[in-house]
């Protein structure tokens, strides 16, 4: 399981995330919502070692990420930006090829490459494999990047706005696959996410943030309510169930 123990970033006098403690149990997806400026992002980042913490912990299956041996903690998950920036042109197999670098360190082997096959078959990459990734379409750069994490082959996937620049037929499609990824390939999933539909069709547990603090946690079932909604986003949102699902009617 992943454990949270006051975990605190500020920059100056403004703190970003205040002392965030809680667990997010193995398996499944867990999202964590709120508005703009939360602090998701930022707690995520922390959760993943791309930032340090000014105070707390942050534990996965026991080892502290802050203290543990990159290598090792790089075996035990993987974190995807929000953007994702290339600086130098690549193939989309040599890109998802990067996701085996924890444990090859520069000298590939045979089990390296198979990983990264399997990893561009299970996002139907193959046919793209030798492709430029800045050939792709959003949707395809996308998978380019969720299969570069997926054949780091690691217990815990960490996802930043996964859904970033897709319509509505590549989102539906990004988090089928996510859910396909935590049941089939038994991988936990935690992702940052705008879209409080998607999180409750998708999730297993829902995180909600607001001005740096956690505020709630829960199921879909019992987070998808018009009062849990407005404390987190100070608006009526009416709650609909729809073909079994709790959907948040916010757009009238």
Do not use: W
């Not at 499944?28 to 913490?53: E, F, V, Y």
């Not at 706005?161 to 999933?189: F, I, Y």
């Not at 940052?192 to 409750?200: K, T």
């Not at 943030?209 to 505020?215: A, N, Q, S, T, V």
């Amino acid at each position: 399981m992943i454990e949270l123990e006051n975990l605190t970033k500020s920059y100056g006098e403004h703190t970003v995330v205040d002392a965030v403690t809680t667990q997010i149990p193995a398996g499944g997806i867990t999202s964590i919502i709120g508005p703009n400026g939360a602090g998701k992002s930022t707690l995520l980042s922390m959760m993943g070692r791309l930032l340090p913490a000014d105070a707390g912990h942050c534990r996965i299956d026991g080892h502290d990420v802050f203290t543990t041996d990159s290598k090792l903690i790089a075996q035990k998950m993987a974190i995807l930006r929000q953007e994702n920036v290339l600086t130098v042109r690549l193939t989309v197999r040599d890109l998802v090829g990067f996701g085996r670098f924890p444990h090859h360190q520069g000298r590939p082997t045979e089990q390296d490459r198979v990983k990264v096959e399997q990893a561009l078959d299970y996002l139907d990459l193959l046919p793209f494999a030798d492709k430029f990734v800045d050939e792709l379409s959003g949707g395809q750069r996308q998978r380019a990047f969720i299969s570069m994490v997926l054949a780091q082959d690691t217990d815990y996937l960490f996802l930043d706005e996964p859904l970033n620049n897709l319509d509505m037929r590549h989102s539906v499609q990004m988090m089928r696959l996510l859910a396909q990824l935590s049941q089939e390939l038994a991988k936990t999933v935690v992702i940052v996410i705008h879209d409080i539909n998607f999180a409750s069709c998708y999730s297993d547990q829902i995180l909600a943030m607001k001005d740096g603090r956690l505020i709630d946690q829960g199921t879909p079932e019992e987070m998808m309510s018009t009062p849990r909604l407005r404390a987190i986003y100070d608006i009526v949102i009416p709650v609909e169930v729809i073909n079994g699902q709790r959907i948040g009617i916010y757009y009238r």
